[in-house]
């Protein structure tokens, strides 16, 4: 029975979902109307910009993580283990912080060029408006360069290097050995970290929105919030939705071919290629580069926004309303990460412990942790508006269910389940996978079953998991923008909604706080991270 009510929870987290495909079966001759509408007017240009932003995004991750990878795992040169680690610190830069710390920095009235003007008497504008479609990709690629970075050096640590001694003993020259040898290597990791860094693209709206980018993501909020029209909302979001499906497809396919055979291990150092003087300065000024842009310079512009305003402005009113959205946060992602650790630790248990390989109650648990794991790659813009179209199909027959979830604190946590139980469970059960079956087998043969098996064997050993697992949840939350933005209470900002609120109004002094407290918190899971490497 447990079994069952465990798959009917992940079936209702996965309603978002459902009733955004479900819409189409609503359709009338009126609805029919307006997405032939659609295709004729805003569909093609939503599309096309969509596109060119993916086209970008994928060319710039692919070469720019791709190169830092090899550059780090394939080379061997001094300060390379700075780099190592370093290189993953954009990860904690969401990219709409980026994008109001690079706009504050580089337009007319900016610094850059105001200093410029001055030095060298220049008039007008030097260069045409950041908030632009290059603009937005240089901001993605910058930001999340890292997926493709950590995963193509994960495939070639360790492995590359041996083959790449053998080849060199064989004639090869360092061009052919990177080239032919190294690089197929990682040619699964590649693709597989080019698509995590697009579904992040497509489920953008803060810089989208910023930018005055006609992407799916801010024409679905466009249709809901200005023109309030439902159905197209809901189509849009199913567009956006099948394109995010492909891109999961083609990531877990990738992940799928990822082979790895046992090689003799290397020294140190071995089978790396040593650079000295020119060349390893070179290496160093082209890690630099996706590292300057994509942390330090935004957050040295957001400090300086910070004590700009601190010196000269008001201080008093962005305080009160930056602990207001900081307790908000808190509090929020507390609860959010609370509540997802317990679907993963009850879905991961129930995996574990249900008897019978390939039975009924096995098949049920694993269709639940697949439609909950669905829910990290679907936007928050799908999510939002897959939550609220029930409601207005049912505020005729249940009006009390609108006030339970539209605008509170219960709608919301919500979202985040559907959003990020996905990240929990999949850390939950990583941790499983290292906890053999045999302990299993010994302490039923003590007489532990059930839930006591769990208490006294599962949980003590989990316990770093499932800290990791609330941690990277927590986080997750703390960023979360589209679905906080249409969701949240009357006159209860988060930060991501306070730092976009005010970023939008041209405050962006006002907006520095709150955007460089996320970017603080998004350090601790690259801290985190960079542990397990160390680790490792």
Same mark, same amino acid.
């Given at each position: ?21 479900? *819409? ?22 939503? *599309? ?27 080379? !061997? ?17 969401? *990219? ?28 007008? *504008? ?18 999340? @360069? ?18 790449? !001694? ?43 929105? @910023? ?90 512009? #957001? ?5 700009? !305003?601190?010196? +000269?402005?008001?201080? !008093? ?12 946060? #808190? ?44 829910? +990290? ?96 949840? /927590? ?14 209470? /009357? ?46």
């Amino acid at each position: 029975m447990a079994i069952w009510l465990l798959f009917f929870f992940a079936l209702a987290l996965a309603l978002p979902v459902l009733s955004v495909l479900g *819409a189409w079966l609503a359709l009338d001759a009126t609805a029919w109307a307006q997405w032939q509408h659609l295709l004729d007017t805003v569909l093609p240009g939503y *599309a096309a910009q969509t596109a060119l932003l993916a086209l970008g995004v994928g060319l710039g991750t692919l070469v720019v993580g791709g190169a830092s990878a090899a550059l780090v795992s394939l080379f !061997e040169f001094r300060g390379r283990r700075f780099w190592d680690v370093a290189l993953l610190l954009p990860m904690a830069m969401p *990219a709409y912080v980026a994008a109001y710390a690079y706009t504050d920095a580089l337009q007319f009235s900016g610094p850059l060029q105001t200093a410029l003007r001055e030095t060298y008497g220049w008039q007008g *504008a030097l260069w045409g408006d950041v908030r632009s479609l290059p603009g937005a990709v240089v901001l993605f690629v910058a930001c999340l @360069y890292p997926y493709v970075y950590l995963l193509t050096r994960t495939a070639l640590a360790e492995r590359a290097a041996p083959l790449m !001694e053998a080849a060199r003993l064989l004639g090869a020259s360092l061009p052919r050995r990177v080239l032919e040898v190294a690089m197929p290597l990682a040619r699964p990791a590649l693709a597989a970290g080019v698509m995590l860094a697009l579904m992040e693209t497509l489920a953008d709206y803060g810089v989208g929105s @910023y930018f005055g980018l006609s992407t799916l993501s801010t024409g679905i909020y466009k249709a809901w919030l200005v023109q309030n029209d439902r159905f197209a909302a809901a189509q849009l979001a199913s567009v956006l939705l099948a394109v995010v499906v492909l891109c999961l497809v083609a990531e877990r396919r990738a992940q799928a071919r990822l082979r790895f055979a046992q090689v003799r291990a290397a020294a140190p150092g071995g089978g790396r290629q040593p650079l000295h003087g020119a060349f390893a300065l070179l290496a160093h000024l082209l890690l630099a580069v996706p590292l300057l842009l994509g942390f330090v310079l935004p957050v040295l512009v #957001l400090l300086r926004m910070v004590w700009l !305003e601190a010196k +000269y402005g008001e201080l !008093e009113q962005p305080w009160v309303r930056f602990f207001d959205a900081a307790g908000n946060s #808190l509090q929020l992602a507390l609860l959010g990460a609370l509540l997802t650790l317990l679907v993963a630790l009850l879905l991961s248990a129930a995996q574990r412990l249900s008897p019978g390989r390939g039975g009924v109650r096995q098949r049920a648990v694993a269709a639940a942790n697949a439609l909950v794991g669905l829910g +990290y790659a679907v936007p928050g813009a799908v999510i939002a508006i897959g939550l609220l179209l029930p409601l207005v199909w049912l505020r005729d027959f249940w009006p009390g269910l609108t006030v339970w979830i539209t605008g509170t604190v219960a709608g919301l946590l919500m979202a985040y389940m559907v959003r990020f139980s996905g990240v929990a469970l999949q850390t939950v059960q990583s941790g499983y996978a290292r906890v053999p079956l045999t302990l299993d087998d010994s302490a039923r043969l003590l007489g532990l079953t059930g839930g006591r098996l769990w208490w006294s064997v599962h949980r003590p050993l989990l316990q770093r998991s499932a800290l990791a697992a609330a941690l990277l949840v /927590f986080v997750d939350v703390m960023k979360e923008l589209p679905a906080t933005l249409v969701l949240r209470p /009357f006159d209860s900002d988060t930060l991501a909604v306070s730092a976009y609120q005010l970023a939008r109004d041209e405050r962006l002094a006002e907006a520095a706080l709150p955007a460089l407290a996320i970017v603080l918190v998004g350090l601790l899971p690259v801290l985190l991270l960079w542990r397990a490497m160390r680790l490792r």
